[in-house]
């Protein structure tokens, strides 16, 4: 990877931008439109969002005004948890793309694999949401389809029924945190690893072997956190509202990490937390 827009291929020979612009978080509104319009601006070519966000008008309205080409940009979003059935991901999916004001996505995920209000039958849940994404792909409305969130397990059971298997698992990998189960797991079923909060939501700032790795190396915290995540191959998802901030998080590709150094950051266990137990949230 030399530059942002050098994409990882998936399996069915989609191209994805090795970078993506993370918009969890961002307000709905003024400022989601002007994050998404900068971000592509400065260079990224990949955006990161999803139905709960509760921005994607908002990011559909910043695309729009970046005035870039549509077949240049890579857009996700997410199925929500309250929407597990073919009819709700069907409907909602329609939803999204009337918000997004598109007339193709290029990756849809399923957020979680176990709502709370699917507990009692998540497997059938999932199944039904991922034949409507399986239909929506084969009519040429989604370029891929994928999941987040999910582990062995519950991969394994959405298998059992899936006619095309997904093409991404988005988890969260982050200095510290690197799931090496299911990074492995993945890696043997050709699964994209998409890295959420790469920068541990920011707590990673305040981490004093990762401030001292930046020093080495003179380049941001977050710099290295982006490179260490490429250089582990994960497919990193930075988010930030602030402009000088998106261009920094895009400069990671004139400097290496050297290999004990990309070991010493995931071995910082636990340094920013781990990611939360998909069987055990609340919502
Ligand atoms: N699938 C899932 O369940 C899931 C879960 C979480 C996240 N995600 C995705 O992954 C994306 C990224 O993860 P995240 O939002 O959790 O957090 P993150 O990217 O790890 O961290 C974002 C935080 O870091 C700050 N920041 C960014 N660049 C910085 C820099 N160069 N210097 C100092 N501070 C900097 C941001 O501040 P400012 O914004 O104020 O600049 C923000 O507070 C999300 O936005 C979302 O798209 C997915």
Redesign the pocket.
Known sequence: MKKPTDTYKLYNGVEIPCIGF?????PDGEVAVSSVRCAIEVGYRHI???QVYGNEESVGRGIRESGVSREELFITT?LWNTNHTYDRTMSTFEESMKKLGLDYLDLF?I??PNPAGFRDRWQSANAESWKAMEELYKAGRIRAIGI??FRPHHIDELLKTAEIAPMVN?I?L?PGDTQDAVVDYCREHDMLLEA???????R??DVPEVQAMAVKYGR???QVCIRWSLQRGYLP??????PS?MA??LKVFDFELDPQDVQMIADLKGCVGFAADPDQITF
């Open positions: 993370g918009t969890w978080q961002t990161d969002t999803a997410k995920l957020h979680w987040s969130n988005q969260r982050c959420y909060s790469p920068l541990g939501v920011g990673v700032f941001s915290i977050a998802l930075p988010k930030s509202v602030t901030r920094e998080n």
